[in-house]
C-alpha cells in the first residue's frame, strides 16, 4: 500500500524557517505531480505548491516568493522550504501524489507560526 509520509512541521516565530518533507512508497515516483495543501481551522483546504515529475513548479499567490517546492526523484521525497513565515501560514501542511487516477494523500504535519 502506498504511503507518505510528511515531516518537518513545528513551532516556529515569524520570520522564521521550516522545511518540510514528504517522502512516497512505492515504485515510478517520477511520474507523479507532488504538491503540498495546507488547511487552517474553520478554512478550505488550498494548494500550496505544485512540482510536476519533470520539476515544472506552481505556487499559490501568498506564498510565490517566500517558499521553494522541490524533489529528489531518487530518494522518493518532495521538499517545501518555507522562509519569512508569517502567523497566516500556520496550518495542517498535507502532501499530495498524483499520477492519473491515482491520489494518495499524507497524514498532515502541523505548522505554527507564532511568537
Known amino acids: 500500500q502506498v504511503q507518505l509520509v510528511e515531516s518537518g512541521g513545528g513551532l516556529v516565530q515569524p520570520g522564521g524557517s521550516l522545511r518540510l518533507s514528504c517522502t512516497r512508497s512505492?515504485?515510478?515516483?517520477?511520474?507523479?505531480?507532488m504538491s503540498w495543501y495546507r488547511q487552517a481551522p474553520g478554512k478550505e483546504r488550498e494548494l500550496v505548491a505544485r512540482?510536476?515529475?519533470?520539476?515544472?513548479?506552481a505556487y499559490a499567490h501568498s506564498v510565490k516568493g517566500r517558499f521553494t517546492i522541490s524533489r529528489d526523484n531518487a530518494k522518493n521525497t518532495v521538499y517545501l522550504e518555507m522562509n519569512s513565515l508569517k502567523p497566516e501560514d500556520s496550518a495542517v501542511y498535507y502532501c499530495?501524489?498524483?499520477?492519473?487516477?491515482?491520489?494518495?494523500w499524507g497524514q498532515g504535519t502541523q505548522v505554527t507560526v507564532s511568537s
Open positions: 512505492g515504485r515510478i515516483f517520477v511520474l507523479y505531480t
Open positions: 499530495n501524489a498524483n499520477f492519473g487516477s491515482t491520489n494518495n
Open positions: 512540482i510536476t515529475g519533470a520539476s515544472s513548479t
